[in-house]
Each structure stands twice: as C-alpha cells, then as structure tokens.
C-alpha cells in the first residue's frame, strides 16, 4: 500500500499523526470548549485514548474508509486535525475537523479544509464532500461557507451526546462546484498570461 501523502497549504502542513503526537492530541482536544463543539470528543480526554485513536489511522488509511491529517504549523506544532471518512462505493467523504483553541481565529481550519478538498477530488476521485456542525458552533459553518459547500438544512435530534439530543446543521459540496469555484479562480492568472504574450509579441 502507498503511503498516506502530506499536504502543503501556505501556513500549514497536513502530514499523518505520529504516535508521538498523542499528548498534543489529548492537551488540545481535551480542552473542554473544543470538545464541546464536536460530536465525538469526550470530556475529559481519557488518558491513552489519543495514542489510541492515532494506532487506527494506518489501517483505516490502507483500508480506503477514511484519511487523518495532522495540522501542524511550523512555530506551533500540531495544532488540529482534519479528516474525511469515506464511502467509497458511493465516492462520498464526510469530512471533520478541529482546532485547538490557542489557534482559533486565524483562519487554519478554512486553509486546512482547502486543501483536503482538493485532495478529495483530485486525488481521491470523490464526488461528494459533506460535513455537520453543531448550531452553537457558527465558526464552524463558516469555515464551511468559506470553502463553497452549501447549507442542504437542518437535521433535529440527529445525534446524542452528553446525555442530550443535538441538532445538527448540514453542508455539501460537488465535485462540479469544486471544478466551478477552481476554474473562476484560475481564469484571472489564464488572462494574465495571455495579456504578457501578447506584450511580447508587440
């Protein structure tokens, strides 16, 4: 099986989680105003629970069901995480994501999502990426409004946790409006280029 690839944004590099990554994982997501706007982190952040969740990422990856990135950022560290999970009968990822709360605000989680969407199309084939935020956690939707996935609505009492029901808000995108958004941002550069050969020719 090939390698799990890193993926370079202008900040950040995604690269696989090392098992050394563990207590950075549980320091940040352990925070309890990070694990209170996602579905799946406990609180508190059971020890060994990190290394854990790290040992699954290579099969999984070989397996073809999901994909896990670190995000680091060269003066921090790791940061975050972003991660798709797919079915690829279906060529469909759900992807998630979090960011430690020393780093929020700077926009990493919207650079991040960028790039393994690009990954998801170009690399991966897929043609449907989705992602849910809970409604108390709007930067969470904007991240998602950012990158171009749109609202397909809101889905009541879709998961439990803590004992509650919760609410769910849902996004998608296409691969058509990924090729859409990408061919709008590249035309500009197109014409520039167009414009100098023409000088040149002059």
């Not at 020890?47 to 073809?64: Q, Y």
Request: with cysteine; glycine share 8%; hydrophobic share 40%.
């Amino acid at each position: 099986m090939i390698d799990q690839p890193t993926l370079i944004s202008p900040r950040l590099r995604l690269r696989p989680f090392a098992l050394s990554d563990a207590d950075a994982v549980q320091q940040l997501a352990g925070d309890a105003a990070v694990a209170d706007m996602t579905l799946n982190i406990p609180h508190p952040y059971p020890d060994g629970d990190a290394a854990e969740w790290i040992a699954t990422h290579r099969e999984a990856w070989d397996a073809g069901t999901s994909v896990t990135f670190a995000m680091t950022h060269a003066d921090y560290g790791v940061c975050g995480t972003v991660s798709l999970r797919v079915t690829r009968a279906h060529r469909v990822g759900e992807l998630g994501y979090w960011v430690g709360q020393p780093y929020w605000g700077h926009g990493y989680a919207t650079e991040a999502v960028r790039e393994v969407l690009r990954f998801a199309y170009e690399t991966l084939d897929l043609n449907r990426i989705q992602a849910s935020h809970l409604p108390r956690n709007p930067a969470s939707g904007r991240v998602m409004q950012k990158v171009g996935m749109q609202r397909e609505g809101l889905h009541r009492a879709s998961y439990l946790k803590g004992g509650q029901f919760q609410d769910v808000v849902e996004y998608a995108m296409l691969r058509g409006d990924w090729e859409a958004r990408t061919l709008v941002r590249t035309e500009p550069t197109a014409k520039a280029m167009q414009v100098k050969v023409v000088i040149r020719q002059i």
